[in-house]
């Protein structure tokens, strides 16, 4: 139910915009996230949009990155600027709710990104 598209190689500096295109019911009633996992480490937390807008960051990427939503185009985006190479990694995106007293949760497939000159 979960897309993501948009990794790739890009050089320390650069930038790079990640997509998750979501099949879900009702796509404006969920919480959306990006979590990352790099080799050797455990997944973490990246950034989170919740179904009314607000937003939350890591401390690593705060200040770096943004995470936005279209409701209209059921996609949540990751604009990642000023990339490092501590930032390599898989990244997932994730879909939440509580609907109806029951927890919801998707995960995409994952989307490389490579940050090395």
């Known amino acids: 139910q979960l897309q993501a598209s948009g990794g790739g190689l890009v050089q320390p500096g650069g930038s790079l915009r990640l997509s998750c295109a979501a099949s879900?019911?009702?796509?404006?009633?969920?919480?959306m996230g990006w979590y990352r996992q790099a080799p050797g480490k455990q997944r973490e937390l990246v950034a989170t949009?919740?179904?009314?807008?607000?937003?939350n960051y890591v401390d690593s990427v705060r200040g770096r990155f943004t995470i936005s939503r279209d409701n209209a185009k059921t996609t949540v985006y990751l604009q990642m600027n000023s990339l490092k190479p501590q930032d390599t990694a898989v990244y997932y995106c994730?879909?939440?709710?509580?609907?109806?007293?029951?927890?919801?949760?998707?995960w995409g497939q994952g989307t490389q990104v490579t940050v090395s000159s």
């Open positions: 994730n879909a939440n709710r509580i609907w109806y007293g029951l927890k919801n949760d998707y």
């Open positions: 879900v019911s009702i796509f404006s009633s969920w919480d």
């Open positions: 949009i919740s179904n009314g807008g607000s937003t």
